[in-house]
């Protein structure tokens, strides 16, 4: 059984407010909670609150509850919640603030794939300046569950024999430009 | 001699989309449209960057726009539509959040906002559209059409709030620049629904079963291929139809073409310069609508890795 | 200089606006600091100066310590200088030795902090008081009011506001652009929410206007021109022919049944195109009035010359068809204008995912209520365009209505008309019929009671702003329909509602051309293109410009209780101006001082209204007051500065300037 | 530049546009800089070369007026005056060593209240990068002269 109940001491009106300041925050408080987002969403009805309810979570500053949501980490970041917003709130940025948040705060699903993925490419990029998708897909794979190898073999032939999976490391000659800093 | 495009193919069109790289570069030959790589450029920091680091993403497309500016280009074509949708992101946030800017330009050294300015970062469905238009392209029209219906698809990222490629919730340059090549066009009412992006590699059921809805609305509507403008498009719709076949018994194959490809037929491209060969789903439909010429067959074997 | 002999004694009065004013500006501080100013004899401040006991103080002290001018300190003179300008004339004083200071709209309402609030409401109140010193007594001019009116829209407002005029006894032009008067709710079916025909209450008022001896009724014109000022403006009206003489034409209608196009070809723009008319039509059955008119584009007489001209036979001996008619412009004289130009609905192709203009089966409501209308296109029959009856309606709410990419505001009215299609719909069909709201809106009379109503009639309320109406398929129960794609925020799920028809409930939006005719009778609009009201609250139907009124739709979204009480309204502030014969217009006027005037002409070309002549002999210029509005554009002028402007005397506005930087 | 140098603003506003967007900006409590006080004429036309200069001469580290936008102007054309005099004037302080950025002329119409802040935040902004206006004795007696 899981309570309901939300008290108000686990709200954090606080951070509402920062999320609001974040570039492309702004507009969170002005959401009419119309549903259009969701509606339009072609992930919602595989996420456990939808664009809409996010918002509300952040607006409500119950940030634990919105940072370690699946939502964000489905949002396709496909802008059309944005498009769509009667508010003009840009919602996939705000996910996008808040995936940033939850991997920092380690609040993300564990052995989900999509941040270990975001992780991954975020980290081989940061090294060559460039993603080497068989290679970045292997190492997700290896951190997610190695499984999903197996269903992916076939399509991997398919590229390999269109000649479209190469097994080269893509890096660019002038790495030393690329941004250092490690995320905190 | 127009002053070439700036050419930003991101990381996409070195792999999975290597055959819109080549149907692209092939087009503006035809078209006598000079394209210069930009040297050196490195990924857009797109979608999964983003989610990581965001100001690190931003460095990332900046370094991109300093080499743009070096290279003193007016116009940057970035056919994915991730790239496109980042690098303008860029810009728009820039120009919207003065500090985000400060940040960036600290981080580049020399730290001038002017490169983010001078650059326009474009889309070759709307070079195509705005700087030839279907007019010319008819015009240059060698090859009548023979191949079957076709379903415009743009996806998402290219029409959304960053770009400007085209309208955003009825598109229509595509449809439009087919038409001038005779391609008959079904009306798609999917035509700017997501494909999921990286979802089919990471949440596989989900990703595959959006394409299954795109693929099935698209033979619903009596398209026999797909044309697309985004390498993400491309593959997701192209590389999972046997498995949507396992999954639901529906038999939905169907040539998913790069839009450029068709354009680049039409104008007596190369049939493997097009990178027709690359295709993993409707071979056999585009054997029969792109039919191979003798030269043709051994560029395909070299082609091959 | 202004010559000045004892020294003045000014009153200056704080106000604290309940805490609108305090709660941001020390107004004791400010009182205090007043008193050390010089030549000020009183300073106090007070609750509410603008009410009763705040006015009587001004009056004691201007008794009792024989103030001659006064400051207040408080509000916009937008609102309450009339008010204490009046105080100071039932205190004996010239109504102009006082001058406002607004320390709410422009200094407590706009600052937070409250020290530097105060200080400059400071710095305004000193200014005031070095200016009021230089006040000179003042007298308003009278200006004649020309008793007759002008209403601009024959819609329900300027037919109701027409009426009411006419019945007090005043003659009024009403101009009508359509060749028919009656405006959008002749066009409606029913009326919410007593579900009263919309024809039976309107067609009466229709034909009262038709007669009434003290209405001249110009339908098929618009105005083109507007010269004057209150009281006295000329107006050009020009009338487009329609080819039938109204005096002639006993309206039998039957030159429209002779017409050479035996069935009807041309676009009905009465019924939203969902019907045909011939080229000559009369728009509606209870069109008033009730004469036909040709038109020009799809007559053939008109495109090749050679028709038959069965028209003119079937008129016979009346020849009231007059195919050689021109247009016709009228020149009149009114006091006061009343505008009632009315709205239109918003263009739902601006929002393209909701279909309208792909499918078929998309309608506006506008469209819906011809199509319940009995007599409508399909004579009450709510039809599809193929002719089926549908089964299932979805009603999308908002269209057009708040949403910052197309308009912000509410349209106010959209709620109640769903309800009522809703209901009208189910009525007519037995459909089963979705309303899909952001929020539902009934506040008015009636209006909660009619939505109980509606939701014991089994109509489904899904909460959720529609995301999308489309034709694509996921179950196979949507082939062949329209899909609405919908979050039910309330169930907490996406929902796709298949349905045969969809009524996009689309909202209301200024007139395309409502910035020509706010530029044509000077007033202003707001932000969101409607025409702006004096002040929202006190003087909801008067505009910027006297004279001139609002009535309905063109000052923002309303629904016909609302519409008419406003009509009443300005029809009643015109009159209060008519029998009152006269205004007093303000003293802001400028005249040259002949004693400096160098007779270079310079001003005589800057007076919009040519106010300004030149005296040849005296080779001097002068000022035509009763003609002069009172910019001042002309004082700026003047090399040798021998035109003043009472009230913006150069000294006055120096002493202000000087009053504002002392300590600088 | 000093931190905590308040700019000046005198600002001319005519009573049928910019006074009424004022106004409008407080009934929506819009908050902005305290640092402009309006003198209100009726028409923008009305503002004298003289009143500007004796603003300057006085002290004011920057001149704003506020009329209706062009084809707007509640007595037809005297915003169009007000711009022709605002360039000479412009022109004017510029010779006196004044930069032409401390007087500015700005169409507002009665409905944009926000305007009114953006405007006067940024003439702000503009005022407290130039520093005051510490003008030479022998400028403000010339200001002085022509007032």
């Keep these: 059984m899981q309570r309901e109940l939300k008290f108000q001491r686990e709200a954090n009106p606080e951070w509402a407010r920062q999320v609001s300041e974040r570039p492309g925050g702004e507009g969170v408080f002005s959401c009419l909670q119309c549903g259009a987002c969701s509606g339009t969403c072609p992930l919602s009805i595989y996420m456990d609150f939808g664009p809409r309810r996010i918002i509300a979570l952040v607006r409500e500053g119950f940030r634990k509850d919105a940072l370690s949501s699946q939502t964000i980490w489905l949002c396709a970041s496909c802008y059309s919640c944005t498009v769509h917003c009667p508010r003009q709130i840009h919602i996939t940025d705000i996910m996008y603030g808040l995936k940033r948040e939850a991997i920092q705060e380690r609040l993300y699903p564990r052995r989900f794939a999509v941040p270990i993925l975001a992780q991954e490419f975020c980290a081989m990029v940061r090294r060559n300046g460039r993603s080497s998708e068989f290679w970045l897909v292997l190492r997700m794979a290896l951190r997610s569950n190695p499984f999903i190898l197996f269903g992916m073999m076939r399509t991997g032939w398919d590229l390999l024999r269109t000649g479209r999976l190469s097994l080269r490391r893509e890096r660019i000659r002038d790495v030393s430009a690329l941004p250092r800093q490690e995320v905190a | 001699m127009p002053a070439a495009y700036g050419y930003f193919p991101g990381c996409s069109l070195k792999g999975t989309g290597v055959a819109y790289e080549e149907s692209l570069l092939t087009l503006f030959r035809l078209l006598e449209l000079p394209l210069a790589e930009l040297d050196d450029w490195n990924c857009c920091g797109a979608t999964s960057y983003m989610s990581i680091d965001e100001r690190s993403a931003f460095q990332l497309s900046a370094r991109n726009f300093a080499l743009a500016h070096k290279a003193n280009h007016r ?97 229509t340059r595509m449809d439009e620049l087919l038409a001038a090549v005779e391609a008959p066009t079904v009306p798609f009412s999917l035509k700017t629904k997501c494909c999921g992006g990286s979802l089919t590699g990471t949440t596989h059921e989900v990703g595959v079963r959006l394409n299954y809805i795109l693929l099935k ?9 797909i044309a697309t403008a985004c390498p993400l498009c491309q593959y997701n719709l192209d590389a999972y139809q046997h498995e949507i076949r396992r999954a639901t018994g529906e038999r939905l194959e169907m040539p998913i073409l790069y839009f450029t490809q068709i354009l680049g037929w039409a104008l007596g491209g190369d049939r493997a310069a097009l990178g027709f060969q690359r295709a993993i789903s409707g071979r056999r439909e585009i054997a029969q609508w792109f039919p191979k010429s003798p030269a043709g067959k051994r560029a395909e074997k070299e082609a091959y890795v | 200089m202004s010559e000045r002999s004892a020294p003045v004694r000014i009153g200056v009065y704080t106000c604290h606006c309940g805490t609108n004013i305090a709660g941001t500006v020390d107004v004791k501080a400010l009182a205090e600091f007043a008193a050390t100013l010089p030549n000020v004899v009183v300073s106090r401040d007070y609750k509410y100066m603008c009410s009763d006991p ?128 009656g405006g959008h709710m002749a066009k409606f079916d029913k009326t919410f929410p007593t579900l009263d025909c919309a024809a039976c209450i309107l067609t009466p008022k229709m034909s009262a206007v038709r007669s009434h001896p003290n209405i001249t009724l110009w339908t098929y014109a618009e105005v083109t021109k507007v010269d004057g000022y209150v009281g006295n403006y000329q107006v050009r009206v020009l009338r487009h022919p329609r080819y039938i003489d109204e005096d002639l034409c006993s309206g039998c209608l039957e030159c429209i049944e002779s017409c050479v196009y035996k069935q009807a070809k041309v676009s009905d723009e009465f019924n939203m195109g969902l019907s045909r008319r011939r080229p000559i039509y009369i728009p509606f059955p209870q069109a008033v009035p009730q004469v036909p008119v040709i038109d020009p584009e799809t007559c053939i007489q008109f495109k090749s010359g050679k028709c038959k001209k069965t028209c003119v036979e079937a008129c016979g001996d009346r020849h009231a068809i007059n195919l050689a008619a021109e247009p016709k412009e009228e020149q009149i004289e009114v006091g006061t204008v009343i505008l009632a130009t009315g709205f239109q609905t918003f263009d739902a192709r601006r929002t393209p995912y909701y279909g309208y203009g792909q499918y078929p089966n998309v309608y506006t409501a506008l469209e819906v209520e011809r199509l319940v209308n009995a007599s409508g296109p399909t004579g009450g029959e709510v039809v599809l365009r193929d002719g089926r009856k549908p089964q299932t309606v979805g009603i999308v709410h908002c269209v057009g209505s708040r949403d910052e990419n197309t308009h912000r505001w509410c349209s106010r009215v959209c709620c109640m008309y769903s309800l009522k299609l809703a209901h009208l719909i189910k009525e007519h069909t037995g459909a089963e019929i979705f309303n899909f709201y952001i929020d539902i809106r009934t506040p008015g009379k009636g209006f909660e009671e009619f939505y109980q109503k509606l939701l014991t ?167 035509n007051e009763a003609v002069c509005k009172g910019c001042g554009t002309c004082v700026a002028a003047c090399p040798s500065g021998a035109i003043r402007q009472n009230l913006f005397e150069d000294e006055e506005i120096f002493e202000e300037i000087e009053g504002i930087l002392t300590n600088v | 530049m000093s931190e905590d140098f308040e700019p000046k603003i005198v600002a001319f506003f005519c009573n049928w546009c910019t006074y009424l967007a004022a106004d409008l900006a407080g009934t929506s409590r819009i908050k902005y800089l305290p640092n402009a006080e309006v003198v209100r004429v009726m028409c923008s036309g009305r503002v004298d070369v003289q009143f500007i200069l004796k603003a300057f001469a006085r002290g004011a580290d920057g001149v704003l007026i506020g009329g209706c936008h062009p084809g707007d102007c509640h007595y037809q054309e005297g915003n169009y005056k007000a711009l022709r005099r605002f360039r000479l004037v412009q022109r004017l302080i510029e010779q006196m060593g004044i930069e032409k950025e401390r007087l500015r002329l700005e169409w507002i119409s009665a409905a944009e209240g926000d305007r009114v802040r953006v405007v006067i935040n940024d003439m702000v902004e503009t005022l407290k990068r130039l520093g005051p206006l510490n003008q030479t004795e022998e400028t403000r007696a010339r200001l002085m002269e022509v007032a």
């Design chain 3, 54 to 181: 705040g006015q009587d103080l001004i009056r004691q002290d201007i008794r009792e310590h024989a103030l001659d001018r006064i400051v207040v300190a408080s509000c916009s003179p937008h609102l309450h200088e009339h008010t204490f300008r009046t105080a100071l004339k039932v205190g004996g004083l010239n109504p102009y030795y006082f001058h406002m200071v607004n320390i709410r709209e422009q200094a407590s309402w706009v600052h937070e902090n409250k020290a530097q609030a105060t200080r400059k409401a400071r710095d305004l109140v000193r200014a005031a008081v070095r200016r009021v010193a230089f006040h000179q007594p003042l007298e308003r001019a009278r200006v004649a009011i020309h008793p007759d009116v002008l209403v601009v829209g024959g819609g329900i407002a300027g037919i109701h506001a027409a009426l009411t005029l006419a019945n007090a006894g005043k003659h009024v032009f009403l101009v009508e652009r359509e060749p028919t008067i």
């Design chain 3, 457 to 623: 009639e089994h109509v489904h309320f899904i909460r959720g702003r529609v995301a999308e109406v489309t034709d694509w398929v996921l179950d196979p129960g949507e082939e062949g329909k329209l899909v609405i794609r919908v979050e039910d925020t309330l169930a907490g799920f996406v929902r796709r509602v298949p349905v045969d028809m969809v009524v996009l409930a689309t909202g209301l939006e200024p007139r395309a051309d409502a910035a020509d005719v706010r530029r044509m009778f000077n007033i202003s609009c707001g932000g969101e293109g409607f025409f702006l009201e004096r002040h929202p609250k006190l003087a909801p139907v008067n505009t910027f410009t006297d004279g001139i009124f609002l009535a309905g739709c063109c000052q923002a979204p309303k629904d016909i209780p609302d519409t008419v009480a406003q009509a009443g309204a300005a029809a009643a502030e015109a009159m209060a101006l008519i029998d009152a014969g006269y205004v007093e217009t303000e003293p802001n006027t400028a005249h040259v001082d002949q004693e400096v005037c160098c007779g270079c002409k310079t001003c005589n070309s800057m007076c919009p209204y040519h106010a300004i002549s030149f005296n040849a002999e005296v080779r001097k210029s002068v000022i």
């Design chain 2, 75 to 171: 116009d940057l074509i970035a056919p994915c539509s991730a790239c496109y949708l980042v690098l303008r992101k860029t810009q728009d946030y820039v120009e919207r959040y003065p500090q985000t800017g400060r940040e960036i330009a600290a981080s580049m050294g020399n730290g001038s906002l002017k490169v983010f300015q001078s650059v326009r970062v474009r889309h070759p469905l709307e070079v195509l559209y705005t700087d030839v238009g279907p007019g010319e392209i008819r015009k240059r029209m060698v090859r009548p059409w023979r191949g079957g219906r076709v379903a415009c698809y743009y996806g998402c990222q290219m029409v959304r709030p960053y770009g400007e490629a085209d309208r955003d919730h009825d598109p």
């Design chain 2, 217 to 225: 609305e698209a033979a619903r509507k009596g398209a026999q291929a």
